[in-house]
């Protein structure tokens, strides 16, 4: 069964991509001006008919696109052009080889293997692209997402003491980095959004505030802060005798990613506008400098990421039917 964080960040329904954006900077940066301009180029999936039922996670590796749906636990893997190259059908249950609905993450190995976590069981599983199973760990906390870089893997996750953990394929555990963003009275740390570069370098969404970090191992780069933007809300709450009630934020970070020179977040928002608050938001921020070059208020919450060094960007779209796109990002002073 689906967390109801997990349901209800995914009923939010429709993803936009935007065509073309122009807007001024956020008043506390410069006074210059950027644009961002997002053309579609390539369809993976079916705008037509329902081939998919809900997108998890996606990957890109040598020129293959890798998409996981959630709810018929199924990997999709298709060619740069759009047509599918083959169908992995991931087995239900809880031995080697087998999946619960907890697959919400994964990356690819190498051209015939894949990592997949499964945090309902606090479990990583290698399987081969033809569906067979290699070898699985266990994490001792809830592995939520997962990077392969240079034969290791970094897990994140929720726990008290680290925010990721790197580990080698047989799932011995080598390391551990960044302490994890805490709340007081909060009974464990909520998961961050992650995103890794391939020299090593990390950018980190603190879950309880408009806060920002990058990190190179466990130093601190620069981080960037502002309250004022009031894009964040507490998804835990302590009452006066002391009981722990989890809900879920009703606005928060869905994505960092680096495109280039710079580092793209993107906020959601589930309250609507009659409540006073406001839509999602793209902030785009200087990944040298932490500084914010860029904001802008979208109707719907724009789920993307990029890969080699952002050659290649791919967006979420669910209408009128879930699939995957490729698009074009352009960032520009004017």
Same mark, same amino acid.
Request: proline content about 3%; aromatic content about 14%.
């Given at each position: ?67 996981? =749906? ?48 499964? /945090? ?10 033809? /569906?067979?199973?290699? /070898? ?8 939520? =997402?997962?990077?392969?870089? =240079? ?98 934020? =009703? ?9 280039? /020179? ?73």
């Amino acid at each position: 069964m689906l967390s109801t964080r997990n349901n209800k960040y995914l009923s939010i329904g429709i993803f936009l991509i935007i065509i073309t954006l122009n807007v001024s900077l956020n008043s506390c940066t410069s006074e210059e001006k950027y644009s961002l301009s997002i053309d579609s180029l390539q369809t993976y999936g079916d705008n037509e008919k329902n081939i998919m039922s809900i997108i998890g996670d996606y990957k890109y590796h040598k020129e293959k696109v890798y998409i996981l =749906d959630i709810i018929q636990k199924k990997i999709f893997i298709y060619n740069l052009n759009g047509k599918i190259a083959k169908r992995i059908q991931l087995r239900t249950g809880k031995g080697p080889g087998d999946f619960t609905m907890g697959i919400f993450a994964f990356d690819v190995i190498s051209d015939t293997s894949l990592a997949i976590v499964d /945090n309902m069981l606090n479990r990583i599983q290698i399987i081969s692209t033809n /569906n067979k199973y290699i /070898n699985s760990f266990y994490t001792d906390f809830m592995p939520n =997402d997962i990077f392969y870089r =240079d034969s290791l893997l970094y897990i994140a996750g929720n726990d008290i003491k680290r925010l990721i953990y790197v580990y080698n394929l047989k799932g011995e555990k080598l390391d551990s980095l960044i302490t994890p963003f805490k709340l007081k009275n909060q009974p464990q740390p909520w998961f961050s959004k992650i995103a890794i570069e391939q020299n090593g370098a990390f950018y980190t969404c603190n879950p309880y505030k408009t806060e920002i970090i990058k990190w190179e191992k466990n130093k601190k780069i620069w981080t960037f802060n502002n309250n004022k933007l009031n894009l964040v809300s507490l998804p835990i709450v302590r009452n006066r005798s002391g009981k722990i009630t989890m809900r879920n934020a =009703d606005k928060g970070w869905a994505k960092i990613f680096v495109y280039k /020179n710079y580092l793209i977040s993107i906020t959601y928002n589930y309250k609507s506008e009659s409540e006073g608050e406001v839509k999602p938001k793209i902030l785009i921020i200087d990944k040298n400098t932490g500084k914010l070059l860029f904001i802008q208020t979208v109707k719907t919450q724009f789920l993307a990421d990029s890969f080699e060094r952002g050659k290649y960007v791919f967006s979420v779209v669910n209408e009128p039917y879930p699939h995957l796109e490729r698009i074009f990002l352009k960032i520009y002073k004017r």
